[in-house]
T-cell receptor
């Protein structure tokens, strides 16, 4: 079955640690996205990538970093510079990265800072 | 500025009753609009999408939405709600000229038995 997988489902981070969230898709989609979801705030875009080896900052990129070395993979690193990282993180992909392409979402990773 | 607004944070309906969730948009040109559903602790699932043409769009799970340009609305409807429809619903659309989506803040639906 084609789809988007995110791992781990739950992640705990200590103060000062960097952590990496995995996102893999086997839909052969060109574009991939990372969103942060907080209660009552909807989804906010962290980073997006339209093609391999290229990515752009979204609305809340500070304290986060990404890479796009392979078409199917778009890992997100939450660095120690992110002061309030506790949130639900969603990865998405869309076919060609064209405007208004439908985005498909993974199951999410819940990150908690201890 | 472009925006997607969901005026209702919470809605409660009885099982079997009809449902309408509101979405208002602010766009210059003809918008592309989507409705997604999210169960607790899960990702978002696409319910339906409007690109152009027929203003009444059918989706999965018995949902439909109607695009009304005169009212700048794209409301989601279901004639008879089931307990399994309890979830959070998001309206979204792409920011004009970009690949970025604008999401509404969501409406949480509670279904009473």
């Amino acid at each position: 079955d084609g789809g988007i997988t995110q791992s781990p489902k739950y992640l705990f981070r200590k103060e000062g640690q960097n952590v990496t969230l995995s996102c893999e898709q086997n839909l052969n989609h060109d574009a991939m996205y990372w969103y942060r979801q907080d209660p009552g705030q909807g989804l906010r875009l962290i980073y997006y990538s339209q093609i391999v080896n290229d990515f752009q900052k979204g609305d809340i990129a500070e304290g986060y970093s990404v890479s796009r070395e392979k078409k199917e993979s778009f890992p997100l690193t939450v660095t120690s510079a992110q002061k309030n990282p506790t949130a639900f993180y969603l990865c998405a992909s869309s076919g060609s990265g064209r405007i208004a392409d439908t985005q498909y979402f993974g199951p999410g990773t819940r990150l908690t800072v201890l | 500025a472009q925006s997607v607004t969901q005026p209702d944070i919470h809605i409660t309906v009885s099982e079997g009753a009809s449902l309408e969730l509101r979405c208002n948009y602010s766009y210059g040109a003809t918008p592309y609009l989507f409705w997604y559903v999210q169960s607790p602790g899960q990702g978002l699932q696409l319910l339906l999408k409007y690109f152009s043409g027929d203003t009444l769009v059918q989706g999965i799970k018995g949902f439909e939405a109607e695009f009304k340009r005169s009212q700048s609305s794209f409301n989601l409807r279901k004639p008879s709600v089931h307990w399994s429809d309890a979830a959070e619903y998001f309206c979204a659309g792409p920011l004009s000229g970009t690949y970025k989506y604008i999401f509404g803040t969501g409406t949480r639906l509670k279904v009473l038995a």
